[in-house]
């Protein structure tokens, strides 16, 4: 089976790996599709991990925010036309 988790937060990656690993386990294809900016730091993310793609996402310094509602939106457009085309 394939299976595809969506994670627009790297707050919850450890979440994340855990749900991959015992999907792995069980012999099935994981991909994750997640935002490339973290949430706590409010700056982009430039490192790799393996399993993940990450998707550019707009930037934003307070977390009530229009400019995070947008980036939100952006993201969740994004991963709508990925998801459909898989």
């Not at 790996?17 to 730091?41: A, M, P, Q, Y």
């Not at 490192?47 to 998707?55: L, N, P, S, V, W």
């Amino acid at each position: 089976m394939n299976i595809c988790i969506v994670n627009c937060f790297d707050t919850y990656e450890h979440r994340v790996d855990l749900l991959c690993d015992t999907f792995k386990e069980l012999g099935h294809n994981v991909l994750i599709l997640s935002s490339d900016f973290r949430h706590f730091e409010k700056c982009k993310r430039l490192e790799k991990k393996e399993g993940f793609i990450f998707f550019k996402t707009l930037p934003y310094v307070k977390n009530l925010s229009i400019n995070r509602m947008k980036s939100h939106v952006e993201f969740s457009k994004d991963i709508s036309n990925i998801l459909n085309r898989i």
